[in-house]
């Protein structure tokens, strides 16, 4: 069965330093979603792709997060520098055309900024 | 934007029990609903879902009902096992018109535990 991949599963950084995080999602998704999950809440969605495009970044606190997704298959999601407040879990996850569509998610990168 | 509530934040049964979970929804135009399951450590995983052109659908010993009038939506896990321990989280879409771009928000979740 097909997955979505994530890497690295788990990643310590001290604050101001800068991370990455990578996705590759399901072979043929169109969209690919990060979102941020803090302990005992729900996820929550950063980002939105269609293909390259970003179609939704309205919740990327875009001073210090980026994302891309050059080719339209796998995606890098950045922080620079990284906070205190950034220590979560970073899901990604891909469907199949669009959002309506059945969402898919990786098994996650635990974050924690000393 | 959508907000979705999600009750209770904490269930403890017997195993062979009923289990039942429900979420309510602000976005009348709200039309997709699905059900995550999320063990400790790792991604959320699909367990059910439903369209709102549908009011109840099953699968196996998980259910899922919809009431569009009141906006809210269950998960009835029947026989419940220990396996089925985890967090639980709901969630609702707006993607009327075929848009691309409705957001899936999430329930705030349910931590499930069965004993033996």
């Known amino acids: 069965e097909a997955e979505v991949a994530q890497s690295p599963r788990y990643k310590i950084t001290e604050k101001s330093q800068a991370v990455a995080f990578w996705c590759d999602p399901i072979?043929?998704?169109?969209?690919l979603y990060w979102y941020r999950q803090i302990l005992g809440q729900g996820p929550e969605l950063l980002v939105q792709?269609?293909?390259?495009?970003?179609?939704?970044d309205s919740q990327l606190p875009k001073d210090r997060f980026s994302a891309e997704r050059l080719k339209g298959v796998d995606s890098t999601l950045k922080i620079q520098p990284a906070e205190l407040g950034d220590s979560a879990m970073y899901l990604c996850?891909?469907?199949?055309?669009?959002?309506?569509?059945?969402?898919?998610f990786g098994p996650g990168t635990r974050l924690t900024v000393l | 934007g959508e907000n979705v509530e999600q009750h209770p934040s904490t269930l403890s049964v017997q195993e062979g029990d009923s289990a039942v979970i429900k979420c309510t929804y602000s976005?009348?135009?709200?039309?997709?609903f699905p059900w995550y399951k999320q063990e400790l450590g790792k991604g959320p995983q699909l367990i059910i879902d439903?369209?709102?052109?549908?009011g109840e659908k099953k699968d196996q010993r998980i259910a899922v009902t919809l009431n569009k009038t009141a906006k809210h939506f269950s998960l009835h896990i029947t026989e419940t096992q220990p396996e089925d321990s985890a967090v639980y989280f709901c969630?609702?879409?707006?993607?009327?018109?075929?848009?691309?771009?409705?957001?899936?928000?999430f329930g705030q979740g349910t931590i499930l535990t069965v004993h033996p």
């Open positions: 976005d009348s135009a709200s039309n997709y």
């Open positions: 072979s043929g998704h169109a969209t």
């Open positions: 996850a891909s469907s199949f055309v669009d959002s309506g569509d059945t969402q898919y």
């Open positions: 439903i369209r709102s052109n549908v």
């Open positions: 969630a609702a879409i707006n993607n009327a018109g075929g848009t691309s771009y409705g957001k899936l928000t």
């Open positions: 792709f269609q293909d390259e495009s970003v179609v939704d």
